[in-house]
């Protein structure tokens, strides 16, 4: 390579560099290092969507799939983080000066696991405070999303809202086919016959089939169960209802699975109402705003805000392994 390739390589180089510079000097001046360094009493910060006198309503979001991922707020601070969410609830319910707490709920839905404690983490907050929790839900508020709205004091949903979508799938891949084409064979050692059940590289039998249905079946009938108690209705009608199809908000409204039809103003406008709130003030939970964050928004800056690679980055950090999901894809 000549002299001159070199010092193009060289140049532009340097021009990057001084680019990522600026664009994170450019994000340290415009912080406030007030707010950064403060120790506020919410560990949350609060952004006021409505200003008011007495006591406070907090709307949390609820935005992506419900996973234990710990996604890094260094390339993505927008996405759904499981363990900050819970903390934002209890954080919710422990405030003495909460009066209401709103979920605006725009997720297909997410792992087993994950959407349970979610439902039980509601559940606690009803009991031990006796504070009223409303679902706002957005554009979709389907499977795990409904499992998870189902114990609120009420349900809102956009007329064009999906939801629905009760129940439970798994899914995986067979590429014995592809494999047997290309020759490959994979030698496997294992301890038990079921050791490596839905393995990518050779068909499900059908005793491993009815094993992994009859789990399917248990955790359906957790979501059923979900579903009869939050919402009183009998477990036949849920059935009926819970066949995996998804349906629109004025949809469920007609059925019972929702209570109202309204935006997230409106499902604010009824606490107020219903529990005599017309004076709070409307708070929404953010991320707190430290140095991970700082740095996140300049990576964001540099990168853009792609949210194909920031969903590439997600799907790259998560495994394979095939496992029973309470979600709602197309």
Known sequence: MNKKRWFAILAAAVLFFVSMGFQFMTSIASTNFEQLFAFPESKFQEEVIEEGMNGKIVVLNLDGVIQDTAPSSLINTTSYNHRQFLEMLDEAGKDSNVEGIILRVNTPGGGVVESAEVHDKILEIQAEYEKPIYVSMGNTAASGGYYISAPADKIIAHPATLTGSIGVIMQGYDLSGLTD??????????????????????????????????????????FVQV?????????????????????????????????????????????????????????????????????????????????????????????????????YSN
């Open 181 to 222: 084409k290309l020759g490959i064979e994979f030698n496997t050692i294992k301890s038990g016959e079921y050791k490596d059940i839905m393995s990518t590289f050779r068909e499900m039998t059908d005793e491993e089939r009815v094993l992994l249905q009859e789990m399917i079946d248990d955790m359906y009938g957790d």
């Open 227 to 327: 579903i009869v108690d939050g919402r009183g209705m009998s477990e036949e009608k849920v059935r009926e209802l819970g066949d995996g199809r998804v349906y629109t908000g004025n949809q469920a409204k007609e059925n019972g699975l929702v209570d109202e039809l309204g935006s997230l103003d409106d499902t604010i406008a009824l606490m107020k109402e219903d529990y005599e709130l017309g004076n709070a003030e409307v708070v929404k939970y953010n991320n707190p705003l430290g140095w991970e964050s700082v740095f996140g928004m300049s990576v964001q800056s540099i990168i853009g805000k792609d949210e194909e690679l920031v969903n590439m980055l997600e799907i790259v950090q998560e495994s394979n392994t095939p496992r029973a999901m309470y979600l």
